[in-house]
């Protein structure tokens, strides 16, 4: 949430189209709730976004469970052995 705050401070114009969403929304009356909560979708996407830019696991670690030859977009053909510790970096993924 640290970092959706830091975006949102950084960009005033967003934050002024979530107050304009949730105030189409609710009224001072109306409670909160999971059916209300689905109406909300460009803060939804806002909350979304800033998760992909800052994901809260940066990485996972997985170990090959068989051999696998993958093929890269230029045609090379990279094989992968069965026991090979592979890392995903998710900030790399989703950049």
Do not use: C
Not at 3 to 32: G, M, P, Q, Y
Not at 46 to 55: F, G, I, M
């Amino acid at each position: 949430m640290v970092w959706t705050f830091l975006n949102l401070a950084n960009h005033a114009e967003v934050v002024h189209r979530l107050e304009s969403e949730v105030d189409s929304i609710f009224n001072e009356t109306d409670e909160l709730t999971p059916s209300t909560l689905s109406l909300l979708t460009y803060t939804e996407a806002v909350l979304k976004e800033s998760l992909r830019l800052h994901q809260p696991v940066p990485n996972i670690n997985r170990k090959t469970v068989e051999d696998n030859t993958l093929t890269a977009t230029n045609g090379k053909q990279i094989h992968v052995k069965k026991g090979t510790d592979i890392m995903i970096n998710f900030y790399t993924l989703h950049q």
